[in-house]
């Protein structure tokens, strides 16, 4: 948690896209970038994957390939047509992460994002299931910067650290963190069509204002939500961070107050008028609260990345291995 989960990244001009309105997630360099950075962040998933085809021809059907790895203590990363189960007219295809099924009620536990949230929790009958996961091939290994499997993935969770193959990423590494941060506050310009790190504040700011311009009736929450996320974490990375020892100044409470629980009030003053249905929306209140948040978080991260780079100097014949170049 304390070495990924730094950068963030959305849509240039997010107001313009209507289908993807909620985008705003995480971003990590280094592990594959867009394609399955779910899994590839995590150094404590051992994950495989199976092609579509031959998971379809080898086993009786899906359902039993499906509850095969469950029982394996595998968790399963694959294309469902959501439409089968959620009254669509229209296919819908998505990727879905399956966590368990019970025999008794004939049913798939299962999970994905959607437009009532960020997460949502899906109980799927067998029947819908066989329905759902009956995709064309064609589906697989498509989509923006290639974010549909082009297969079926299925992981497990590592337990210990002598168990798995992922080197150091498993400690500390403070230069990846210094450089991560360094790009959150100055971030890169990666490919045209997005905006990454601070710069995502810009793009949450022309997306409020295009819904008061245009009086739109709803607003999608889940890019504030992720944002919200995002300051979670930075504060429980910043009292890691300085009772380990790799800072000298505790920030966690000055970042709690003036970036986590600012945007804190920001989510919770967008919802109010998601339940108003946006009449007379605001915008210039959301981004001039936004303005405050970015602010302050730049001037408290620029602070923890200089300190991160001086422990860094500090410890050169430790850490030289995990400086970023």
């Keep these: 948690m304390n070495c990924n989960y730094i950068q963030i990244f959305t849509l240039r001009n997010?107001?313009?896209?209507?289908?993807r309105l909620?985008?705003?997630d995480f971003f990590y360099q280094y592990y594959g970038d867009f394609n399955l950075y779910e899994m590839k962040a995590n150094p404590w998933l051992k994950f495989m994957s199976i092609p579509f085809g031959i998971a379809r021809k080898k086993w009786s059907s899906l359902l039993e390939f499906v509850k095969e790895r469950?029982?394996?203590e595998q968790y399963l990363y694959m294309v469902l047509d959501h439409a089968i189960y959620r009254g669509g007219e229209l296919p819908f295809y998505h990727n879905s992460l399956i966590w368990g099924y019970d025999d008794a009620e004939e049913k798939i536990y299962a999970a994905d994002n959607n437009s009532i949230g960020k997460f949502a929790f899906e109980e799927i009958s067998y029947r819908d299931f066989i329905l759902a996961a009956d995709v064309p091939e064609t589906e697989y290994g498509i989509g923006?910067?290639?974010s549909r499997p082009d297969g079926i993935y299925f992981f497990s969770v590592v337990t210990s650290k002598d168990m798995h193959d992922c080197g150091t990423n498993h400690v500390m590494q403070i230069g990846k963190l210094h450089h991560d941060l360094e790009q959150y506050l100055n971030p890169p310009k990666i490919l045209p069509d997005y905006s990454y790190g601070v710069d995502c504040y810009e793009e949450l700011k022309k997306y409020y204002r295009d819904i008061e311009k245009n009086k739109c009736r709803v607003c999608d929450k889940r890019s504030i939500c992720s944002l919200l996320d995002h300051k979670v974490?930075?504060?429980?990375?910043?009292?890691?961070l300085f009772h380990n020892g790799y800072v000298t100044t505790d920030y966690e409470n000055r970042y709690r107050s003036h970036v986590e629980r600012e945007c804190l009030v920001l989510r919770n003053m967008l919802l109010k008028e998601i339940v108003k249905q946006c009449k007379d929306f605001p915008a210039e209140k959301f981004c001039i609260q936004l303005d405050k948040?970015?602010?302050?978080?730049?001037q408290i991260?620029?602070?923890v990345s200089q300190e991160l780079k001086d422990y860094l100097?500090?410890?050169e014949w430790e850490y030289d291995r995990y400086y970023m170049g």
């Design 233 to 240: 974490l930075m504060t429980k990375r910043l009292s890691y």
């Design 70 to 72: 469950i029982d394996n």
């Design 293 to 298: 948040i970015k602010k302050e978080e730049i």
């Design 313 to 315: 100097d500090a410890h």
């Design 14 to 19: 997010l107001y313009t896209v209507a289908e």
């Design 144 to 146: 923006d910067h290639c």
């Design 301 to 303: 991260l620029s602070k």
């Design 22 to 24: 909620g985008t705003l």
